[in-house]
């Protein structure tokens, strides 16, 4: 499975972005779909994740009701819209995905796409 992410920016704190994430391949029913961001200086932390079957969603307590996952099946696409953001969601933003059955942890992930920078000004 190889993931290519996209759709990252600059905006001002308090406006929205989405971002795509692109999977050739198979995507399995039993695979998650996650979303993680690495901020400068440290360490990457999960944002959010979908069960490719089903659609299950799981959050970070930081992004719960400003954030939204979602899937499409069809197009093999999984995308983060992201609302009133905030200077602290500033970070690099990976896409990944895992035949795991923890949604929220990196080290349960098999296969990462390249980060698209998010960049959200005061």
């Known amino acids: 499975v190889q993931l290519q992410a996209s759709g990252g920016g600059l905006v001002q704190a308090g406006g929205s972005l989405s971002l795509s994430c692109a999977a050739s391949g198979r995507i399995s029913s039993t695979y998650f779909m996650g979303w993680f961001r690495q901020a400068s200086g440290k360490e990457r932390e999960f944002v959010a994740a979908?069960?490719?079957?089903?659609?299950?969603?799981y959050y970070a307590d930081s992004v719960k009701g400003r954030f939204t996952i979602s899937r499409d099946i069809v197009k093999n696409t999984v995308y983060l819209r992201m609302n009133s953001l905030k200077p602290e969601d500033t970070a690099l933003y990976y896409c990944a995905a895992t035949i795991g059955a923890i949604p929220d942890r990196a080290y349960a992930y098999n296969y990462w796409g390249q980060g698209t920078q998010v960049t959200v000004s005061s």
């Open positions: 979908i069960r490719w079957s089903g659609g299950s969603t």
